[in-house]
Structure formats: structure tokens, C-alpha cells
């Protein structure tokens, strides 16, 4: 990569702040896209049976606090999403894996109103057991969103089913099969700017996939042709670019180069996807690759990931694209010690990370903070990164 800081994008960001003491894993968060300084963050409380439980934050400036811890699963809930419904206001679906229930993947309606969520009945996407399930909505059209995951009831196969709501309830489209073998990792973005498209991401064995799906006012699901990310992922995540039509970003750690973060840009025409070139987000041992775009203009993404070989560091690391080209700004450390598990963005640059703070009992934690366009005085590489320090940007 080069050392020249060209696309000079860098975070600011607040102190870290405890939304739940226990050990949180599974962690799935979303902006209110009503309300640009609310947050919930939906996640797995190991303090309280695996329960899974959900916390509004309230943000101001770079500074974030929350209000009670709101049960949503009274069983061990695992694989959690979160995301508002950018149709309705104040709703949002979560979605996880039911281990009450035979692991079975479920949905669920919550509404918020101030730090007050309700919640809907559960509506079953998967009755078996599922795992990776992820879902995105289409803010093109009306109430409709994708899920992907691995059914284990079919052959472990990737599978994809439309939701649509209505009022309070869910109905689902019929299951359709994108790859018909073992997978793993799968994510799923929508393209804000092409009605009813998506894009998923998807391991079959060592090497990733992406593929187009493109959804019909009926409910049902097709899919363009896979093409391949990399011969070799240990974990990535999709994110479609939210200002311009058909383009993404897709996040890996890349197990053929020691598991170095990377990304690569691509272009869609139809359902053919075009990939560029592989970009070095990390050169270290990089766990947990979540990408999202920031909202901001020129459209920029961010990508949160975990620094192993850099004391469990969360860095954030954002950039640009122009066609299949990504241009990267500074890496920045969030915090020392953490595993990200979601990352999401309001109005202006905002953003959010929860992560489990692994040097305090993975703990539940939290860090608001700022993308935006700042010169840089000097030039970046991989070794002036690791030399950022936890202090000098005042993080708990």
C-alpha cells in the first residue's frame, strides 16, 4: 500500500463507556435514521442467562450513555442483527438465532420510543438449526428485507429468504438456495440506490464469494453468478456504498497473507460483479473485518477489525473508492484490547462501535466518535501505526 496519505479521512472519537458489565458477545447495533444521536445496541448478556437483551444509547457530541438493559429473548440468543426499518419510524428488526429454540433463525419486531423498546412476537425465518444468519432491509421499497444464512437442515447450504412487514408482523417469501454447499460467514448489504439489489458474502471452504440477489414485489429471491473475493478468508463482511448505485466494499481478514486486514472494491453491472485490486487495511494478524459506509461526501467507507499481533487494538481505518481503486486515509486505534463486532453510522460522519472489551471480562463496551476529512502532516505507513497510541487519543 502507500505510505503517501492520500485520502486523508480520520477518526475522532470519545471515551469508552459500559452498557453491560458481563461478557457481551454477538453484538449487533443501528443508528435511529430518525433521530442521527440514538443508538441500540442489541447483544448476547452472558451476566444474565445468554439472554438477549438490547440497550438505547443517547449520544452527544463524542460522548454516549445509556439507558436500562431491555430483555428481547427470554433463551440463549447467538448470531444477533440489528437494523431500523428506514420505512417506519422508530422500528427496527432484530434478528438471531433461537437456542430456546433448536437454534432456529427469528425474527423480531421493536419499537422505540425514548429509552422505551417494545417488542412484537417472534416470527421464525428457519424453524432448524441456522447459523451466520444476517439481514439487511431495502430502503427502496416498502418494509421488505433479505436474510442469509446457513441452513443445517438443508445440507448446510446458503440460504436467502425475503420478509416483509406489516404493522407488527412478518411474512416471509419462499427459502431460496444460493450455493448449494457447506458455507460459512455469510453477510448480506443492500444497495441503497438500486431498488431491490443486493449483495451477499459467503465462504464456501477456505475461498469467499459475492453474488448479486435481486429481490420482486412477491417475495421471491434470484441470484447473479458468484464471483470470488479471495482463495483463501478467514472472515469478511459486504457493505454496498450508500451514495452511489452498484458498489461495494468487501473487508477480509486474508488467510494467504497472514491473515492481513484487506479489502477490495467492485463494480456491478446487472448481476455481474467486477472486483479491483486487494488493498492492506492492517499488516498484522486482523480478526473481526466489519465494514460500513459513512454517509459522508465523497461516499467513504469504514472498516472496525481487530489487531492481534497489536495488543487485541479495535482499529478504524476508512477510505474511498473511485471505480474498483480504493484510496485509504490513517489507521486509527479505537481502543487497546477488544473484539468489534458492529459498526454503524449517523448522519455527518458518527459512528458507533460496540465491542467486548477483552482486557475487562469482555465486558460490554462502547466508543462514539467522528469520520471526517483532516490534513494529515505526515505520511502513514505500517509502522507509524503501531506507534498511535491508546493515550494520545484519550481512550478509556
Known amino acids: 500500500e502507500s505510505s503517501a496519505a492520500v485520502a486523508p479521512y480520520v477518526a475522532s472519537k470519545g471515551s469508552a463507556v459500559v452498557f453491560n458489565a458481563a461478557n457481551t458477545p454477538y453484538t449487533g447495533s443501528d443508528f435511529d435514521p430518525n433521530d442521527a444521536n440514538t443508538v441500540i445496541i442489541a447483544y448476547q448478556d452472558a451476566g444474565n442467562s445468554n439472554y438477549g437483551t438490547c440497550v438505547v444509547g443517547t449520544v452527544s457530541g463524542e460522548t454516549i450513555s445509556f439507558g436500562s438493559e431491555i430483555v428481547f429473548l427470554s433463551a440463549n440468543a447467538t448470531d444477533i442483527t440489528l437494523e431500523f426499518n428506514p420505512n417506519t419510524t422508530n422500528q427496527f428488526v432484530i434478528t438471531f438465532a433461537d437456542n430456546g429454540s433448536s437454534g432456529s433463525f427469528t425474527a423480531i419486531i421493536g419499537t422505540r420510543s425514548g429509552a422505551s423498546l417494545s417488542f412484537s412476537s417472534k416470527f421464525v425465518i428457519n424453524s432448524g438449526v441456522t447459523y451466520y444468519g ?5 430502503p427502496s421499497t416498502t418494509n421488505q428485507f433479505l436474510t442469509v444464512y446457513r441452513d443445517a437442515g438443508n445440507s448446510d447450504y446458503g440460504t436467502a429468504r425475503v420478509g416483509l412487514i406489516s404493522g407488527s408482523s412478518i411474512s416471509y417469501g419462499a427459502e431460496a438456495v444460493f450455493s448449494s454447499s457447506t458455507t460459512n460467514e455469510e453477510s448480506v448489504s443492500s444497495d441503497p440506490n438500486t431498488a431491490r439489489q443486493f449483495v451477499i458474502g459467503y465462504k ?3 475461498p469467499m464469494y459475492a453474488l448479486v440477489a435481486t429481490t420482486t414485489v412477491s417475495n421471491t429471491v434470484s441470484f447473479g453468478a458468484a464471483a470470488t473475493i479471495s482463495a483463501n478468508v478467514y472472515i469478511g463482511e459486504v457493505s454496498c456504498d450508500t451514495n452511489t448505485a452498484n458498489k461495494f466494499v468487501f473487508a477480509y481478514s486474508d488467510a494467504a497473507n497472514s491473515y492481513y486486514g484487506t479489502a477490495k472494491a467492485a463494480t456491478i453491472s446487472g448481476t455481474t460483479i467486477t472486483l479491483g485490486s486487494a488493498s492492506i487495511i492492517n499488516s498484522g494478524t486482523t480478526y473481526i473485518t466489519i465494514i460500513s459506509y459513512s454517509n459522508l461526501s465523497p461516499s467513504v467507507f469504514s472498516i472496525a477489525y481487530q489487531d492481534r499481533s497489536n495488543s487485541d487494538n479495535i482499529g478504524l481505518r ?10 485509504l486515509g490513517a489507521a486509527d486505534v479505537l481502543h487497546t484490547g477488544g473484539a468489534a463486532f458492529s459498526l454503524t453510522f449517523s448522519s455527518g460522519g458518527k459512528f458507533c462501535v460496540p465491542y467486548a472489551n477483552t482486557i475487562s ?22 509502522t507509524n501505526f503501531v506507534g498511535i497510541t491508546d493515550a494520545a487519543i484519550s481512550s478509556a
Open 134 to 138: 444476517q439481514f439487511a432491509f431495502d
Open 204 to 206: 464456501v471452504g477456505s
Open 318 to 327: 476508512s477510505g474511498t473508492t473511485s471505480g474498483t481503486t480504493i484510496t
Open 361 to 382: 471480562s469482555n465486558a460490554g463496551t462502547a466508543i462514539v466518535g467522528t469520520v471526517s476529512a483532516t490534513a494529515l502532516a505526515t505520511n502513514l505507513t505500517s
